[in-house]
């Protein structure tokens, strides 16, 4: 007996630079367009032109959906193809008498190739409409989350920028999929007291949470990780499980380290000659990952085989057929215990399967594909009552099963250490002095000028855009994370130097038009804002949340 939910969460952080031809970052969003996107759709229309259900729940964050439809940066990405499959031509000539690396090219041209025509054949330039389709024929459930994915426990003191997130979040899944959404993804699944209430007033069903803020909830739950529970604001939430995510999670032994795997740091941006790449990489003297990428793991030294995409593909098999046994075995081992039906909740981010691991597509189309396997034996052998254990979606169980029991879950998150500290410390903490005084800054504004028109309220729409903008949780996340801080902390900045300038403006009554207008083009996220939502939260409505 027993339930098994997948969850996959996409994101990306705004990252759209008109002023220049080029950006480095803007490759972050076509990298998962070619690599994780479009091979996730290929899987599902193979798998539903052969009949074979692939339910599980998927969230498309707000900036990445308006990027995904954004003419400039679809624009730029189909240059990015074009480069792409020049770079591939190149390497077919120059890898003619290697047949090895020869066959590796071959793929990659094709794959690029693939992506240039259905990206407008079957989709119009907006993937978007692609898994629209899916969820609408019910292959699968789209949730939503927040508006420029802050993370919320660290603006709990500003209940109005919090629901602004949440609202935004919700109206912004609506208005791209044309139906609200049950559930709602908490960026880092990061809950605090009070949370639940603020979903429940967006119409909010369910959401995802971390194990241990259900486990320390009140009241315990005897259900553990493995069944919903409701919350004092009845809404739902399914806990994580920590026991299978790390058979996938895990850097040291989950699935994806395996040596026959395709390895991800090996690229012939840096093995090939400056001459050679210097075409296709960033301003010609730049070395990038161009994600051509010839070697297989094999294992932590530099020296590595050449990557066999045969065994990549069997070792794939193999562990989307382990995953579904150990999860099946772990659900009868839960069912033996548990009154509730147990359900097994594994969320994951979306660019793992084929971005950081080459072969996660395929993982995902086998694990599908051996569940509807055990599916047709189970009917086989147990005729109408059919399998005791199989995939669902949230809303699916939620519609057959409902909670378990009630909890009121405590302040968590599933980043390292469980709480804040990933986008709280040393390397990042200075920013929340800045982004605070924003939030109470726009709050003063809305109270200043409740009711403006013109030009005066373009200014505010934008003010509030830009304190949106500023409290993505990516940002802290690269600082702590070390990676490209340079460029995290230049666009927190940014975004608060923009909201000081229109405060400041508004303050002395002396906006420019031409300025605003420029920013304006820069950031169009949420063309439809309206500034009044900061409007500080009364103290009954603070109570509420109590």
């Not at 071959?106 to 389709?133: A, C, P, Q, V």
């Not at 660290?154 to 139906?179: M, P």
């Not at 998150?413 to 804040?420: D, H, L, T």
């Not at 975004?495 to 002395?508: C, E, G, I, M, P």
């Amino acid at each position: 007996m027993g339930k098994s939910i997948l969850i996959l969460h996409s994101h990306l952080p705004l990252v759209r630079h008109p002023e220049y031809e080029t950006f480095l970052e803007e490759r972050w969003l076509f990298e998962a367009i070619s690599e994780t996107y479009l091979p996730l759709l290929r899987m599902m229309h193979r798998l539903d032109t052969e009949g074979i259900p692939s339910p599980m729940a998927m969230c498309f964050s707000p900036t990445l959906s308006f990027m995904l439809q954004d003419p400039l940066l679809m624009e730029r990405y189909g240059r990015f193809l074009d480069k792409n499959i020049e770079l591939a031509e190149q390497e077919l000539d120059r890898t003619a008498g290697e047949p090895a690396v020869h066959s590796l090219a071959r793929m990659y041209h094709s794959r690029y190739t693939t992506d240039r025509e259905e990206l407008h054949s079957l989709y119009g330039g907006n993937i978007l409409k692609g898994f629209d389709r899916f969820a609408r024929k019910g292959t699968i459930e789209l949730i939503a989350t927040a508006a420029t994915h802050a993370f919320l426990p660290n603006y709990r003191s500003y209940s109005e920028v919090v629901r602004c997130q949440v609202e935004l979040g919700v109206e912004s899944h609506t208005k791209h999929f044309g139906r609200p959404p049950r559930g709602f993804w908490l960026p880092e699944c990061g809950y605090y007291e009070g949370l639940d209430r603020i979903l429940a007033d967006a119409g909010v069903e369910y959401f995802v949470g971390a194990a241990h803020g259900v486990l320390f909830g009140e009241p315990s739950p005897d259900t553990g990780t493995y069944a919903p529970l409701a919350t004092k604001a009845g809404v739902a939430v399914f806990p994580r499980d920590v026991y299978t995510a790390t058979w996938v999670w895990s850097s040291n032994q989950g699935y994806p380290t395996n040596p026959s795997y395709r390895d991800f740091y090996r690229d012939i941006g840096y093995d090939l000659p400056l001459e050679q790449v210097g075409p296709f990489i960033h301003d010609g003297n730049v070395r990038i990952d161009t994600g051509f990428k010839y070697h297989a793991i094999t294992g932590p030294t530099d020296d590595k085989e050449l990557y066999d995409q045969e065994a990549g593909r069997r070792k794939a098999r193999e562990h989307a057929r382990d995953f579904y046994t150990r999860q099946k075995e772990h659900s009868a081992r839960l069912g033996e215990v548990l009154s509730a039906e147990p359900v097994i909740t594994s969320p994951f981010d979306t660019e793992l399967f084929g971005h950081w691991w080459f072969e996660g597509p395929q993982w995902l189309e086998e694990l599908f594909r051996v569940a509807h396997e055990d599916q047709q034996e189970c009917v086989k052998a147990n005729g109408a009552e059919g399998a005791p254990f199989s995939m669902t979606t949230p809303s699916s169980y939620l519609d057959e099963f409902g909670p378990a029991g009630e909890v009121a879950p405590t302040f968590s998150s599933w980043g390292s250490g469980g709480y804040a500290q990933v986008w709280m410390d040393g390397t990042n903490d200075w920013l929340y002095r800045h982004t605070h005084q924003a939030v109470e800054r726009m709050a003063e504004l809305v109270a200043r000028f409740p009711d403006e028109s013109g030009l005066k309220e373009r200014a505010l729409n934008q003010a509030a855009r830009e304190v949106l903008l500023a409290m993505a949780s990516d940002w802290p996340f690269i600082m702590n994370a070390r990676t490209v801080v340079t460029y995290a902390e230049r666009r927190v900045k940014e975004h608060l130097y923009n909201f000081t300038r229109v405060y400041a403006a508004l303050s002395q009554r002396n906006m420019g038009t031409e300025w605003l207008t420029r920013l304006e083009k820069k950031h169009p996220l949420f063309p439809d804002l309206n500034y009044r939502r900061m409007k500080r939260a009364t103290t009954e409505a603070l109570r509420d949340l109590i």
